[in-house]
């Protein structure tokens, strides 16, 4: 499949790069946003910011068009049996339009990582060599029912540089349609390539899978979204690809927890936003702290029509739980339901983690200095909290204005992906005449 795309004679031109609708094939589309891609790449960052600006104003300017196709994209959701986990994902309203327009401006804000110094040194021989920034070039993303993502990905992409093609699935593909047709026009209304910024929505399911297989044209590929999609995508393509994860999270509550952070953190972690992937799905509770803590933490989460599943020892304390089982400890629920389970100590915690968890986030609750160390030390995720809700783990909450996503992966990004992790280096070289001896 990647010979074909490589091979196709098309050339992109003057008008292709600023008018990349429909009409334009899947691979001309590819070869459009590489050629955006080598323009971005020396683009200012007053530009690159006057875009992000242009986008801002442009949400909201067509925030009626873009909640009108929104409204059409959930009723095809619900009528097709959507859960109520990926109905909230696809729901934008005012608030969530106006969130998505001040993201874009904290990444406007943000600084420019392209030709930064990674590091550098001036070797004996006079000879001056440095390791800087550079953008991927073509940021291929998969993901499903998120319009968010649509904004976030395409404005950290323009910030760090790069093109972009987005598989934003059929549930959304109607507020998808909006949104990058607004972006779009910003990026031609101040000199960027519209191109930069291309949908492959119409091309449905083949869209995403010759994506997959567009290695030489598409640089990197993030998907986000189910387990089963991401898994999909790591197996089958020969793009290489940043892994997101999902989010099967834990929180332990150690022996020494305070009852009232226990309380709110969880309830915070669970019920503020079940669809997302940082809110928790398991609660490991200290077998010496159970009686003391799980009442009010189980009764604040019942409360909120949380469904509780709970081991023997739970159960006995809140008897309203449903019996956990060895699939209830590996599922992320997206939904307001959670899994409880009490341990003898934080040996067994961390046991239970490392044989469950997907690596996402991780939080203790504690007022012992030396229980926190160890956890922060022998939990491998990629974000490990003490005293504070997993729903911290998101990158506009950590200062990057948006996320790419969140990478469970341990080469080159780990956590909240911003616009540094949206960029690779290359040694430049700086000599005075000087010949190897």
Same mark, same amino acid.
């Given at each position: 499949m990647t010979d074909t795309v490589a091979a196709t004679p098309f050339s992109p031109t003057s008008r292709s790069l600023a008018d990349p609708g429909h009409g334009v094939s899947f691979d001309e589309r590819l070869l459009i946003a590489r050629e955006a891609s080598r323009l971005l790449a020396t683009a200012s960052g007053e530009l690159k910011n006057a875009a992000l600006e242009a986008i801002a104003v442009g949400l909201a300017e067509a925030s009626g068009k873009i909640l009108a196709a929104n409204a059409k994209d959930l009723d095809s959701g619900e009528k097709k049996g959507l859960t109520s986990g990926l109905l909230d994902r696809l729901r934008l309203d005012g608030a969530r339009l106006t969130a998505l327009s001040d993201s874009v401006r904290e990444i406007a804000a943000?600084?420019?990582?392209?030709?930064?110094?990674?590091?550098?040194?001036?070797?004996?021989?006079?000879?001056?060599?440095d390791q800087i920034?550079?953008?991927?070039g073509v940021v291929g993303a @998969?993901?499903? =029912?998120?319009?968010? +993502?649509?904004?976030?990905?395409? *404005?950290?992409?323009?910030?760090?540089?790069?093109?972009?093609?987005?598989?934003?699935?059929?549930?959304?593909?109607?507020?998808?349609?909006?949104?990058?047709?607004? @972006?779009?026009? =910003?990026?031609?209304? +101040?000199?960027?390539?519209?191109? *930069?910024?291309q949908t492959i929505d119409e091309f449905g399911r083949d869209g995403a899978n010759r994506l997959m297989q567009a290695r030489g044209l598409v640089d990197v590929l993030i998907p986000r979204g189910s387990a089963s999609l991401i898994q999909t995508v790591v197996t089958e393509s020969r793009v290489p690809v940043i892994e997101?994860?999902?989010?099967?999270?834990?929180?332990?509550?150690?022996?020494?927890a305070r009852a009232d952070w226990a309380a709110d953190i969880v309830h915070n972690a669970k019920v503020q936003r079940p669809s997302v992937c940082n809110a928790v799905e398991t609660v490991l509770v200290h077998a010496s702290a159970a009686e003391r803590l799980l009442p009010s933490v189980l009764r604040t989460l019942a409360e909120a029509g949380v469904t509780i599943h709970g081991d023997e020892i739970t159960r006995s304390i809140w008897p309203d739980a449903l019996p956990a089982t060895n699939e209830d400890w590996?599922?992320?629920?997206?939904?307001l339901e959670i899994s409880v389970r009490v341990v003898d100590d934080m040996t067994e915690a961390?046991?239970?983690?490392?044989?469950f968890s997907t690596g996402h986030t991780e939080s203790i609750i504690t007022e012992s200095v030396s229980?926190?160390?160890?956890?922060?030390?022998?939990v491998d995720s990629a974000v490990v909290m003490v005293n504070a809700s997993t729903r911290f783990t998101d990158g506009g909450e950590f200062g990057f204005g948006a996320e790419?996503?969140?990478s469970t992966q341990k080469l080159h990004a780990r956590g909240p992906m911003g616009v540094s992790e949206l960029t690779s280096t290359k040694w430049t070289v700086r000599g005075t005449g000087q010949v190897r001896r």
């Amino acid at each position: 499949m990647t010979d074909t795309v490589a091979a196709t004679p098309f050339s992109p031109t003057s008008r292709s790069l600023a008018d990349p609708g429909h009409g334009v094939s899947f691979d001309e589309r590819l070869l459009i946003a590489r050629e955006a891609s080598r323009l971005l790449a020396t683009a200012s960052g007053e530009l690159k910011n006057a875009a992000l600006e242009a986008i801002a104003v442009g949400l909201a300017e067509a925030s009626g068009k873009i909640l009108a196709a929104n409204a059409k994209d959930l009723d095809s959701g619900e009528k097709k049996g959507l859960t109520s986990g990926l109905l909230d994902r696809l729901r934008l309203d005012g608030a969530r339009l106006t969130a998505l327009s001040d993201s874009v401006r904290e990444i406007a804000a943000l600084t420019d990582p392209i030709g930064q110094s990674v590091r550098g040194s001036r070797l004996p021989n006079g000879v001056r060599i440095d390791q800087i920034r550079v953008p991927f070039g073509v940021v291929g993303a @998969i993901y499903e =029912a998120r319009p968010n +993502v649509t904004v976030d990905i395409a *404005a950290l992409a323009l910030k760090s540089g790069n093109a972009v093609v987005l598989r934003g699935g059929s549930a959304a593909e109607n507020t998808n349609g909006q949104l990058v047709e607004v @972006i779009q026009d =910003a990026l031609g209304a +101040v000199g960027l390539p519209s191109g *930069a910024v291309q949908t492959i929505d119409e091309f449905g399911r083949d869209g995403a899978n010759r994506l997959m297989q567009a290695r030489g044209l598409v640089d990197v590929l993030i998907p986000r979204g189910s387990a089963s999609l991401i898994q999909t995508v790591v197996t089958e393509s020969r793009v290489p690809v940043i892994e997101t994860g999902a989010g099967v999270v834990h929180i332990y509550l150690d022996e020494t927890a305070r009852a009232d952070w226990a309380a709110d953190i969880v309830h915070n972690a669970k019920v503020q936003r079940p669809s997302v992937c940082n809110a928790v799905e398991t609660v490991l509770v200290h077998a010496s702290a159970a009686e003391r803590l799980l009442p009010s933490v189980l009764r604040t989460l019942a409360e909120a029509g949380v469904t509780i599943h709970g081991d023997e020892i739970t159960r006995s304390i809140w008897p309203d739980a449903l019996p956990a089982t060895n699939e209830d400890w590996s599922t992320e629920h997206m939904s307001l339901e959670i899994s409880v389970r009490v341990v003898d100590d934080m040996t067994e915690a961390i046991d239970h983690i490392r044989t469950f968890s997907t690596g996402h986030t991780e939080s203790i609750i504690t007022e012992s200095v030396s229980n926190a160390e160890r956890f922060l030390a022998e939990v491998d995720s990629a974000v490990v909290m003490v005293n504070a809700s997993t729903r911290f783990t998101d990158g506009g909450e950590f200062g990057f204005g948006a996320e790419v996503g969140i990478s469970t992966q341990k080469l080159h990004a780990r956590g909240p992906m911003g616009v540094s992790e949206l960029t690779s280096t290359k040694w430049t070289v700086r000599g005075t005449g000087q010949v190897r001896r």
